[in-house]
Structure formats: structure tokens, C-alpha cells
């Protein structure tokens, strides 16, 4: 995963910005926060303490924040959006290379079109007809698709996994083994849920290096299954634990 890059790269770059600098509708800014306005074509976003807020029908480059959230309004296109502290939300229809954040929770509305996701510390959830060109990647927060077309894989070390409805993955589902690097060695692991839901295709490997309860809907289809036992389940919910 790239979120010590992206802690790193981002802290770095930033902190060489003067504290309004402005060249071109690129914007660079120390402190404060940043709107990308409705209807405008931007460069880059970039702030070390604040928000960027880019508003419906804009359209920027790279962004990034610190300390900050990322907000993007329906029909938003930009680059890589990336935060380390904060959280990422998109109304729906977002077109983005990548979504990225260390201590922060993704959460992408219906119909958003996004390279791939990424978070350290934060859960993940996409709406309704989204589709993720490549892969979806935690390592402590849970993920939840909803009618999602994956093209790559979907990965977690600590978070429950949900393959909602009509969802479909194509490059399996991968469950690592803790380490002291993730998480305190005294910490107990609890057994994560793994929900593969009604109508729900997973093409690839399901591997889990950890305990799980596996549910998977009569009517979805998954691939080969390492560590785990599949329990089927019919109706809209899986048993509870």
C-alpha cells in the first residue's frame, strides 16, 4: 500500500508552499481552506490545515490535504484525491484517478468512477452503479459495496467485508494476517464477516489469513475459497454472528 508515500510526499511538497500562492488556477495554500467552484477547470489543490470542497461540475487536477476533509459535489471530476487526516466524501458521479486517505473514512455516492481506493485507518462504501478500475485496499476499516463493478481485487487486514447486491469483483478478495506493524501484538483479533449478498459475483481467489465467518447468498457466485468455510444463506440479510 501507498499511504506512507503518500504521508511523506504530501507533507513534503506542502510544506514548501507559500501560504496563498496562487499560479494559474492552481492553488497552494499552508493554511485555510480551498472551493474549486462550479463550472471552472482547475490545476492542482493542494493545503496542509484545511478542507477542499470541490463543487458540482468542476473540474480539477491533483488534490491534496494534510489536515483536512475532501468533499466533492455530484459530477466532480478531479486527479488523485489524497488527505492523511481526514476523511473523503463524494455525492455521487465523481470522476477520480485515485481516492486515498490514512485517517479517514471514502465514501462514494452512486454512479462514481474511481481508479482504485485506498485507506489505512477508515471504512470504504460506494454507491449504487460505481464502478473502481482496479483495486479496493484497507488495512483497518471496513468495506462495503453496493451494485460496484470492480475490475481488480479488494484487500483488508482488519475490516468486515460486504459484497452488496448485484456487486461484482473480478480479482477475488484477500484477508491478511495482522502484524505488530497494524495493530498492538496484545490487541485480540476478533473473527471478521466476510458478506459475499444476493446477486453478488466474485471471479478471483477468496483468501483469508485470519479467522472469518464467511456468508454467501444462494444467488451469488464466488471463486475458490482458502481459510475459510462458506455458509449459504437466503433472504435479504445474512445470519447474525
Not at 461484482?168 to 498492538?184: A, C, F, L, Q, Y
Amino acid at each position: 500500500m501507498r499511504q506512507s508515500r503518500l504521508i511523506l510526499a504530501t507533507a513534503l511538497a506542502l510544506s514548501l508552499c507559500s501560504p496563498a500562492a496562487l499560479a494559474g488556477k492552481s492553488i497552494e495554500k499552508v493554511m485555510g481552506s480551498i472551493t474549486a467552484h462550479a463550472g471552472e477547470d482547475y490545476g492542482s489543490l493542494e493545503t496542509v490545515n484545511g478542507s477542499i470542497r470541490v463543487e458540482a461540475g468542476a473540474r480539477a487536477g491533483d488534490i491534496a490535504t494534510v489536515n483536512g476533509s475532501v468533499h466533492l459535489e455530484s459530477g466532480a471530476s478531479v486527479g488523485d484525491a489524497e488527505t492523511v487526516n481526514g476523511s473523503i466524501k463524494a455525492d455521487g458521479k465523481l470522476t477520480a484517478k485515485s481516492v486515498e486517505t490514512v485517517n479517514g473514512g471514502i465514501r462514494l455516492g452512486d454512479q462514481s468512477s474511481v481508479g482504485e481506493i485506498e485507506t489505512v485507518n477508515g471504512s470504504v462504501f460506494t454507491g449504487r452503479g460505481s464502478r473502481i478500475a482496479r483495486n479496493v485496499e484497507t488495512v483497518n476499516g471496513s468495506i462495503g459495496l453496493v451494485d460496484t463493478d470492480v475490475n481488480g481485487s479488494i484487500a483488508t487486514v482488519n475490516g468486515d467485508i460486504t459484497v452488496g447486491v448485484g456487486s461484482h469483483v473480478r480479482g477475488g478478495i484477500t484477508v491478511e494476517k495482522p502484524n505488530s506493524g497494524w495493530m498492538p501484538v496484545s490487541m485480540k483479533q476478533r473473527k471478521l464477516r466476510i458478506v459475499i449478498g444476493p446477486d453478488a459475483v466474485v471471479e478471483g481467489p477468496l483468501v483469508f489469513k485470519r479467522d472469518v465467518t464467511l456468508y454467501v447468498h444462494k444467488t451469488a457466485r464466488i471463486g475458490p475459497v482458502t481459510g475459510a468455510t462458506a455458509v449459504r444463506y437466503d433472504g435479504a440479510r445474512p445470519p447474525k454472528d
